[in-house]
């Protein structure tokens, strides 16, 4: 095999900097030099509503790929969610209905576009369009996979010496995504340094059906706003999660919440930077959530955030503008609390009773108890409502 060229060399270079692996070694210089555009999939699961910072990592190389002139192929893997991606986890995935996968599905390109490029350089693909195949061609794919070769991820390995379950359809995912790779005869697979194992599946099995097996880059994972003592990556499942489409001060105070010992993690995964030498950590962490803020929320919205954040957050204040919220007097003119607050900010009523014995709510600056469960609603009607530390509402009566 010839030499790829110094500029080739130099190219895939620029496009796997910040990567953890890319494999096979040196391949991607070699693709590359041949000249033509390269197809370079990116699989996300619809398990829940949003996309959070810890997807952007690998959807900034993605982005990456296309500014370079590659297409980027997104798939929205709504029949793999229903199997549930059970990479890194110790116990079977709670099962979403069609709907709620559906629902989810519909704001993920959205949110994705906020990264990527919207033009004819992004590709977008359901899984679906292939996975809800025949028998026969299901018989066909799972005939080339072995289950020893299934058992050697690390995940399934630990739970079978541990006598956990595990279920055939977790088995199938693997299989799945890797025949992804070969519905949409991907050059390039990015994803997380938790996919390995599935990245490669999706060689074996371009192999199997004898196409040119896939390249893989994989991404750094950061770990949530729980913080390092926990050692868990960013997951809606953990609820460590800082979503993309959070709300500015949302997205600005969950920022300054993370640990000091993050944010060389943080600064260096997200913005490619070191922390500022000189800098402390809580200057530090307002200089980042400026930042992450103004690139999902536009020009002013860090400095904003900002502000929110030192009034209601550091001073204890009131934000400037509340939200009203309108709300029916029961025929018996009490208002039951819990009640309210599960309707106005959700959760369960359950959540809000906690949240009430634990002094997180508050009307008009003074904290309710867990006494305070059912008021008169004339105490209520233009009250403000504080629920946690950022979360306000101005209650009014309906007419």
């Not at 190219?11 to 890319?22: D, F, G, S, Y």
């Not at 906020?114 to 026969?136: A, K």
Request: charged share 25%; aromatic share 6%; proline share 6%.
């Amino acid at each position: 095999m010839s030499q790829p060229s110094p500029e080739a060399v130099l190219a895939a270079a620029h496009l796997a900097r910040n990567a953890v692996e890319c494999l096979p070694e040196g391949a991607l210089a070699q693709r590359l030099d041949e000249g033509h555009p390269l197809r370079v999939k990116l699989g996300v699961d619809p398990t829940s509503p949003d996309l959070h910072l810890g997807h952007t990592v690998v959807l900034q190389k993605l982005r990456e790929f296309q500014d370079a002139g590659h297409v980027a192929v997104l798939i929205v893997g709504d029949y793999t969610a229903r199997v549930g991606d059970p990479s890194g986890r110790s116990a079977t995935r709670p099962v979403l209905t069609g709907a709620e996968i559906d629902a989810h599905a519909r704001t993920y390109v959205e949110q994705a576009t906020r990264v990527l490029r919207d033009d004819e350089t992004l590709e977008v693909r359901r899984n679906s369009e292939w996975l809800d195949m025949p028998m026969e061609d299901l018989f066909r794919l799972v005939r080339h996979p072995t289950v020893a070769r299934i058992l050697e991820r690390e995940d399934f390995s630990t739970r079978y010496a541990a006598h956990q379950p595990i279920s055939l359809l977790e088995l199938l995912y693997p299989v799945l995504q890797g025949y992804d790779s070969v519905a949409v005869r991907a050059d390039v697979e990015l994803g997380g340094t938790d996919q390995t194992f599935n990245l490669l599946m999706g060689r074996d099995l371009q192999t199997a059906y004898k196409q040119r097996a896939q390249l893989i880059l994989t991404t750094p994972l950061i770990n949530g706003v729980d913080g390092p003592r926990m050692t868990r990556k960013m997951s809606k499942s953990y609820g460590n999660q800082i979503g993309i489409s959070d709300p500015p001060e949302e997205m600005f105070g969950r920022t300054m919440s993370i640990p000091d010992e993050l944010l060389g993690e943080w600064y260096d995964v997200l913005l490619g930077e070191r922390v500022p030498q000189g800098v402390g950590p809580r200057d530090a962490k307002r200089s980042l959530a400026r930042v992450l803020t103004e690139r999902f929320h536009g020009a002013g919205a860090g400095t904003a955030a900002e502000a929110h954040f030192e009034r209601v957050i550091v001073a204890r204040e009131a934000p400037e503008e509340v939200e009203e919220a309108v709300f029916v007097v029961p025929v018996n003119g009490i208002v039951h609390v819990p009640a309210l607050i599960a309707e106005l900010f959700g959760g369960s009523r359950s959540d809000a009773r906690r949240t009430l014995a634990q002094g997180g709510v508050r009307l008009d600056g003074k904290p309710l108890s867990a006494e305070d469960l059912d008021l008169p609603a004339g105490r209520l009607d233009g009250a403000l409502l504080q629920v946690g530390r950022r979360r306000f509402k101005r209650l009014r009566l309906a007419p």
